[in-house]
């Protein structure tokens, strides 16, 4: 008789009175995910919707400061995935992004244009291993750079290679560039040469 697979535990999110959640990034192997709210006022977690990524978790919206009522748990709608979330209260945007990764992700990042979408992403990181991150193109060839951003990634991401790179850098902030190698629709008349470029926070898990 084949041995009965045990669930997962769910996972915990707590967000603090800076609206602040702890972890600030976080691995998921396909359990729900529940959300405290201990800010002192109504909040919503809002899931930033990317161009590549299905959604893979549903928003929170008015979710009290109050208990019982201050925690909602969502499941994760994909084997693989990773998503950004942000926290709002009272219409205004107060914090994030935040990564959850579901599986083994990636988060997606799409070029067009030498323009990123999402501008700015998240993903989680712990000492022992990091998030996945993968940068499409849509158009023409992209370099991304420079080296001290590549080399945060095994193996180094330096272009737009519709492949998954594994964090093996620092927590932090860091801004990468996004050069055009080959001509083609490229901003600025389709100009070898043309620059773009983004940002990826690191998150500790």
Known sequence: MAARA??????????DSGFVPSPLGDFNQGQDVTFTNNSGATIDIKFAPNPITPTVFTDILGLSPTAPNNTATRTP???NGSVNY???SGGVQK???????VGTGP???????S?????EVAIPHTAVGGGTLQMVSTDVPYDIGPPSFSNMFNKPLTKADNTSHTNIGSVGSFDYTITASAPGRAMGGGKVGVMGGGRVIIHPS
Do not use: D, R
């Open 107 to 113: 988060m997606f990042v799409q070029i067009t244009n």
């Open 77 to 79: 709608q994909v084997t």
């Open 115 to 119: 323009i990123a979408t999402p501008e």
């Open 6 to 15: 045990i669930p997962f535990t769910a996972q915990y999110i707590t967000i």
């Open 95 to 101: 914090s994030g992004p935040y990564p959850i990764q």
């Open 86 to 88: 942000y926290v709002w």
